[in-house]
């Protein structure tokens, strides 16, 4: 089986529509989205290099097609994007733990790369969901992650570690700071713990 997922630092994160929980986001209400559309516009394209660059050195002699951008797309429509772009190209695939999978030979490698290629370039990721969060967000997310994302987990039987402070929270974030999910191990069903309690707030994106 071979999985293609963009985002796998941020698997499961998908905004989740709840079934049960009370849990609409954090305290300070959702998060206006920090990029300017031309700023936006410029991550895209640093995005879609990047993306040339490592098909390049994985295949120098690919055909690399020319096509143009269809639409940005979330972070929750990317693995079904993605998926059906794919299967359009011609490579069965389908959606697996919020990423792409499917079963390639050999043979199917260079032109799957190629094909994945295409279809990011058609339908990248809207950037405000890969850059780095600003302070408002991580404020906000502190506020969920203390307040309604721990009282669901508790409410589902897990016990939740104590969190850092705020300034602590703030600080060590990009270097992969706390989260209530870390007190979740053990869990048998991963996903629907995930679509009862959602990792992120609502609007935590803009």
Known sequence: MHHVSKLASLLLVGVLTLGGCSILG??????????????AMAAVEQENE??????????????????SQVALVSLKEWPHVMSKCLNEEGFETNVVDEGVGGTLTDAQKEPYAVAMYACNIKYPMDPRYTVPFSDAQLNYLYDYYTGDLTDCLTA????????PSRQKFLETYSAGSWTPYASATGVSDWLALNEQCPQNPEGLFG
């Open 50 to 67: 990047r993306l040339l660059a490592e098909l390049r050195v994985s295949y120098p002699d690919a055909s690399v097609p020319t096509v």
């Open 156 to 163: 589902e039987g897990i016990t939740v570690e104590e969190p």
């Open 26 to 39: 954090g305290n300070g209400g959702p998060v206006e989205s920090s990029l300017s559309p031309e700023e």
